[in-house]
C-alpha cells in the first residue's frame, strides 16, 4: 500500500510540474486578452516591412499566444511571404473551423492572433528568400493534413508550420518549445526537426525527445515541453516556452 501511494505521489507530482507553467501564467493575468474573439484586435503589430516601400523579398516565420485558455499552454503560429517586388504579403497558417484547413493568402504577416501580440521568430530576406519561396508555396500545397485537424496533440497550425519548415530546404527555423504540435509526425516515427542540424523522436506527438543546434535539448510529456539550449543560452518551460538570451534562427543583419 505505501508503494501505491508513493507512484501515486510521483504522479501527482509530475502532474503538477507539467502544468505549473500554464498555472503561473493564469494565476498572473498577463496574458488577458479581449473578452470576445469577435472583438479581439487583428491590426497590424508594426513589425513587417511595408511591402510598398520594400523591394526585396522577405519570409517570416511569426508566433502569437493561442486564443482563451489554449494561450496559457502553447502559442499559434504561420508563415509569411513578400515575392521581390510584391506590393503584398502571403500569410500561410492552419485555422481549425473550416472544412479545408491550411489558408494561403494576402494579408498582414504580423497581425494580433484574436488581441495576442504576435513574435517574429525568423526573419529571411533577399536572394536568400526569393529562393525560398516557391518551395514554400510547393511545401503549403502538399500538406498531407488539409481537412484535419486537433489542438492536441495535432494535426494543428504549429504541425503545419514545421511540415513546411522541414519540407523547405535552407528553411531551418527553430520553433518555441511551447508550439504544442510542431513534434506531430503522423505515422512518422523519427525525423529531423525544423532547425535543420538535428532529429526528433515522437509517438503521436504525445511523448518525444529531440535534439538539434538550434532547437537544444527538449522533453515532450503530453505535448508540453522541458528543455535546455546551450546556442541560446536557454531553458524551456512548460507553457512558459524558452526563456533565453538570444536567438538561434535567422534575423537581418543590422550591423552598420
Do not use: C
Request: glycine share 12%; hydrophobic share 40%; net charge negative.
Amino acid at each position: 500500500m505505501k508503494r501505491f501511494f508513493k507512484y501515486i505521489g510521483w504522479l501527482l507530482g509530475g502532474l503538477l510540474l507539467l502544468l505549473s507553467g500554464p498555472i503561473l501564467l493564469a494565476t498572473s493575468g498577463s496574458l488577458q486578452g479581449a473578452e470576445s474573439w469577435q472583438t479581439a484586435t487583428r491590426e497590424s503589430a508594426g513589425i513587417a516591412p511595408a511591402p510598398e516601400t520594400t523591394e526585396e523579398a522577405i519570409v517570416q516565420v511569426y508566433g502569437a499566444r493561442a486564443w482563451s485558455w489554449r494561450g496559457y499552454f502553447s502559442v499559434h503560429t504561420w508563415i509569411a511571404t513578400k515575392e521581390k517586388g510584391a506590393s503584398y504579403y502571403r500569410v500561410h497558417e492552419v485555422t481549425g473551423w473550416r472544412h479545408y484547413v491550411v489558408n494561403s493568402l494576402p494579408g498582414e504577416p504580423d497581425r494580433h492572433w484574436y488581441g495576442a501580440k504576435p513574435e517574429l521568430y525568423a526573419d529571411i530576406r533577399g536572394k536568400e528568400a526569393e529562393k525560398l519561396i516557391p518551395d514554400i508555396y510547393q511545401a503549403v500545397k502538399s500538406y498531407p493534413y488539409p481537412t484535419e485537424y486537433e489542438a492536441w496533440p495535432g494535426p494543428n497550425s504549429n504541425t503545419f508550420v514545421a511540415w513546411v519548415i522541414r519540407e523547405v530546404p535552407g528553411l531551418e527555423v527553430a520553433l518555441p518549445s511551447h508550439a504544442i504540435g510542431k513534434d506531430y509526425l503522423g505515422e512518422q516515427f523519427v525525423a529531423e526537426v525544423p532547425g535543420g542540424a538535428g532529429y526528433q523522436i515522437s509517438l503521436g506527438g504525445y511523448f518525444g525527445l529531440l535534439a538539434g543546434i538550434r532547437e537544444g535539448l527538449e522533453l515532450n510529456v503530453l505535448g508540453l515541453s522541458f528543455g535546455v539550449n546551450p546556442l541560446a543560452l536557454g531553458i524551456k518551460l512548460p507553457g512558459v516556452g524558452e526563456l533565453a538570451l538570444r536567438n538561434t534562427n535567422p534575423m537581418p543583419d543590422t550591423t552598420p
